[in-house]
């Protein structure tokens, strides 16, 4: 019996015709954030949120429908580059120690630790992204 293997995505790059596509697709969101930003004042006050969380809503909603996962994680940082960020400006605003903890495991991946790592409960979100 033959078995194939595929490589996990993060090990998949993108060609130049990708690349290519990607960019357009971050300047259509883009103009899709500048369109939101011109229509927040005519958006109903029924749904209004906050200036800055209806752009990133709408920009985030975009970028999600048009891009496929190679291109979101070409253009996105990488869960351990946003684990790092969030310890760095997030931590000391909610309490924790802001020095982040990553363990690694035998199988290649990464566990950030977000608090203590001797809590008796803890939460186990499973990300898509290796790096």
Known sequence: MHST???PV???TLTA???ADTLLKVIITLVTGL???L???LTPS???QSFAKEINRRVTKKLSSICDILQLQYILPSGT???HDWMATEAAKRGIPKEPVTEFLEDGGKLHWIGRTDAKKLILHFHCKLN
């Open 35 to 37: 369109w939101a930003a």
């Open 10 to 12: 993060s090990e998949k």
């Open 5 to 7: 293997t595929v490589p």
């Open 17 to 19: 015709l990708q690349k």
């Open 39 to 41: 229509t927040y004042p």
């Open 46 to 48: 029924s749904v209004k």
């Open 81 to 83: 580059k946003a684990y």
